[in-house]
């Protein structure tokens, strides 16, 4: 018997079968989907066994040396997968295999055998590995091949388990951290040399919240000397305390019970039920404003799927898998349910992913890669806010969860639900097309009305006088709310607003000496850093450019709204959560379960607070610049817009209370912004198409970004135009070839950057010619110069 397998080598020259002999041993023990290492010329490398064959037609072919699995790590259905994505996506077979296995599986950790039952069902040559424990090492039973058999015959029936010894589990892990004894101490008090000390006093004071040692000695780059200095001193107390692992630990969670479904919600859920029954594949939008229930019609639909015996995948962006919304499936669904988010541990990950492999769960909950989940028998993919842009993966292989979703729909003749309050303009274009079935449900479960929605024009502040971040009708609810209890949110949109450093003298402008890109100025170490390649240099005192001292940051960053916030409304509490004040782990939820508590009258933040919040006493959401998004260049800026505000919205009167929303805008006249006022997404819908066939964008077309760099700029220049040339004379001539042009972003690392972009309605060799396109510049691309990365259907355009 031969193994085709595919090697652990990232080239284009590997990225096909090769054949290995399975030794006789082996033989019936090693199928396709199980990890191998074979020799590959001098060395010895991993791979995965993709088909076996009785013979190969090659005259010598070498032995598989040794095998990493006794069950398959990859399912039939994920090997044929596999295949097509990285056909797809034009990327190597071996990238879309690795994109479904856990992390853990990856790294040379050790494997280890697990003793799950009693020992006298050992057969008498594997007893002597287990006499001192009930665990021994895989690579000890396996120095006799035969052994291989045995052990996965016993892995079957429960009795031994196979692991990576990656998980740091009973052992509680405690890091020193210190807190400020006394939060209101005067530097004045230290002597005036301290100058380390003082700098220590003043961060903490800042973070108002303990910090590790770890950290700390980090983040201000002194020593652990002037730490316990402190302590002696009395300023700080230094105490152990529990590093948390996962956040939903020891969490318990209060079992729900199906609601009794409205008119709407029952006619929605009556075609999915169908669809589960008859075993049919169809992809559903479900087309429901916030707050329409779309998640309890999810739940049901699982449920169903459940009794059926079938098993349920459900996609959340990352940003939104937040405590509520798992507490939903696990309300529901209890220990059945896997949760998969990037804030778990490698350990975790792989623990979470064994569970779907040995089928100890039936749902899995989890961000864009929980869509690759080993389970067999799948019975509904559901993928919440559909639109959500994280669903592409940036990296290679570069897919879209959607995709994926509709290839196992197919595989498993099983629905996928699509749903989003503001639908992406293709999902809703291929519903309109009946492509997808639209399932539409258009009132809120409560009756409770959307709330009412003000567009404050900022142009129009500026000329009554009115000079702050804040608008009149903004400050003067927000003063409201305070009063009555009741509270605000007030979101800034990160994007476009990072906080640069210029000269005021000269203009002058810091920037990376790596990438063309201005550098951001990041306040707790007071650095400036780059977000392209992490280049961080320190803050200057003086302008590089004309000596000038008045060299400032600018920008409205979220800790600048704070400051402006406290200044005009001292007596408000509020809460600030950004990328600064969420980096550690467990941060996000503690935010949010304090201002849930009501600690603060205003909780201040950016994307990640858009969604998901559900807080009865919210009844203020405001907007402060809307227009951010909309003027980045690109052709799904008001889509983003129209998207962001309804999200945001729908964070108001979510309860009893009524909600209130207020935009500041300096072109409230968008279609984008004016149609939140009516929260009508049809209309907007009819507006953006308009928009898109006039500048033939998607949907009317599909799209290619193809993006080349290199470190000398001539060798990009040529190379892309000999790109566009070859693309024109093999395209079709209804599709447009556009560039070369220099990419938005012209330098990255040291590289120049150049790209194509394609668009097309139908083009039959498109995939064949881009190939063609990699095969070409192999050479330069393998000497690890040229860059040549294709992007099908892209979202960045930088
Ligand atoms: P969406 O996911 O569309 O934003 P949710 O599923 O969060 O909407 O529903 C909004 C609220 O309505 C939730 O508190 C939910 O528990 C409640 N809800 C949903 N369906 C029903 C129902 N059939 N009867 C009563 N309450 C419901
Ligand atoms: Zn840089
Ligand atoms: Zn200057």
């Known amino acids: 018997m031969i193994a085709k397998v595919i090697v652990d080598v990232p080239t284009s020259q590997t990225d096909r079968l090769f054949d290995y002999e399975i030794p006789k041993e082996w033989e019936n023990v090693i199928q396709p989907g199980i990890r191998v290492v074979v020799p590959f010329g001098p060395r010895k490398i991993q791979g995965f066994v993709i088909d076996l064959e009785q013979e190969s037609p090659l005259e010598k072919i070498k032995p598989i040396e040794d095998v990493l699995d006794v069950v398959p790590v990859l399912t039939k259905e994920l090997l044929q997968l596999g295949e097509w994505l990285s056909e797809q996506t034009l990327s190597f077979k071996l990238s879309a295999y690795q994109l479904m296995i856990p992390a853990a599986m990856r790294t040379k950790v050790k494997k280890e055998i697990v003793l799950r039952s009693d020992s006298n069902q050992l057969p008498a040559s594997l007893q002597k590995f287990f006499q001192s424990g009930d665990k021994t090492l895989w690579s000890d039973v396996l120095i ?249 993966q940036e990296e290679n292989p570069k897919y879209h969860a959607r995709d994926v979703a509709i290839f ?92 640069f450093v210029m000269c005021r003298d000269c203009g002058y402008v810091a920037t990376c000496e790596h990438c063309d890109i201005s550098l951001t100025y990041h306040r707790t170490q007071h650095s400036l850093k780059c977000h392209y390649c992490g280049h961080e240099e320190k803050m200057p005192n003086t302008c590089e450019s004309c000596g000038s001292d008045h060299i400032r940051f600018f920008g409205s960053g979220t800790q600048k709204v704070e400051e402006e916030l406290t200044r005009v409304l001292p007596t408000a509490k509020v809460i600030r959560m950004d990328i600064d004040t969420t980096r550690r782990k467990g941060s996000h939820e503690r935010l949010l379960s304090a201002f849930g508590r009501g600690e603060a009258n205003i909780l201040l933040g950016t994307q990640m607070i858009a969604k998901g919040l559900d807080f009865p006493k919210i009844t203020l959401v405001g907007v402060l610049a809307a227009d951010s998004m909309l003027h980045i260049p690109d052709f799904r800026s008001a889509e983003r817009t129209f998207q962001l505000m309804e999200q945001v919205s729908g964070r108001a009167g979510r309860h009893e209370l009524e909600g209130k929303v207020i935009i500041q805008s300096y072109t409230p006249d968008h279609y984008s912004i004016e149609l939140v006022k009516s929260h009508d997404y049809e209309q907007f819908f009819q507006m953006e198409m308009a928009q898109r066939k006039i500048g033939l964008y998607p949907p009317y077309v599909f799209m290619v970004l193809i993006n080349i760099s290199h470190p000398e700029l001539t060798k990009v220049i040529t190379v892309s135009e000999k790109i566009a040339a070859f693309l024109k004379r093999e395209l079709q001539e209804s599709t447009i070839v556009l560039g070369p042009v220099a990419s938005p972003l012209a330098r990255i690392k040291d590289r120049y950057r150049y790209q194509c972009m394609i668009k097309y309605r139908n083009e039959p060799r498109l995939l064949e010619t881009l190939r063609e396109v990699q095969q070409h510049f192999i050479r330069d691309i393998n000497q690890g110069q040229l860059q040549v990365s294709i992007d099908m259907h892209p979202y960045m355009f930088t």
């Open 144 to 392: 006799e091949k035969q052994n291989l058999k045995i052990v996965q015959e016993l892995v079957k029936d429960g009795v031994l388990e196979v692991r990576y010894q990656v998980e740091e589990k009973g052992k509680k892990k405690t890091e020193r951290y210190i807190k400020l004894v006394d939060s209101s101490v005067q530097l004045e008090k230290l002597p005036a040399r301290a100058q380390k000390q003082k700098e220590i006093i003043t961060f903490l004071k800042e973070i108002a919240e303990p910090i590790s040692v770890q950290a700390l000695l980090k983040r201000l780059e002194t020593t652990r000397q002037v730490v316990t200095t402190l302590v002696k001193k009395g300023y700080i107390q230094e105490f152990a305390q529990e590093v948390y692992r996962d956040p939903l630990a020891g969490v318990h969670y209060e079992r729900t019970m199906p609601l009794s479904l409205t008119a709407q919600q029952q006619e929605v859920i009556t075609p999915i039920l169908n669809s589960l029954e008859s075993k049919e594949h169809d992809t559903f939008l479900l087309h429901g404003v916030t707050g329409s229930g779309k998640t309890e019609v999810y739940l049901q639909s699982i449920d169903k799927a459940l009794q059926m015996g079938r098993e349920a995948i459900v996609l959340v962006p990352e940003i939104s898998l937040t405590p509520q919304m798992v507490q939903r499936f696990k309300g529901r669904f209890g220990s059945k349910v896997a949760v998969l988010h990037s804030g778990l541990s490698m350990g975790e990950k792989y623990d979470e992913w064994r569970k779907i492999l040995r089928k100890e769960v039936e749902v899995v909950v989890g961000a864009r890669s929980a869509i690759f989940a080993p389970f067999t028998n799948v019975g509904i993919i559901i993928i919440d806010e559909e639109h959500e842009t994280s669903y592409k």
């Open 408 to 499: 196992r729909g197919g595989y498993h003749q099983c629905p996928v639900i699509l749903g989003s309050a503001t639908p992406s303009l293709e999902s809703y274009a291929r519903a309109k097309k009946q492509v997808y079935q639209l399932l539409p449900l258009t009132t809120r479960v409560n009756q409770r009305s959307m709330p009412a929605v003000e567009v404050v024009d900022m142009r129009e502040e500026l000329r009554n006088g009115n000079r702050s971040m804040f608008s009149f009708s903004l400050l003067e609810m927000l003063k409201d709310r305070i009063d009555k209890g009741e509270q605000s949110v007030l979101f800034l949109n990160r994007r476009g607003y990072s906080t």
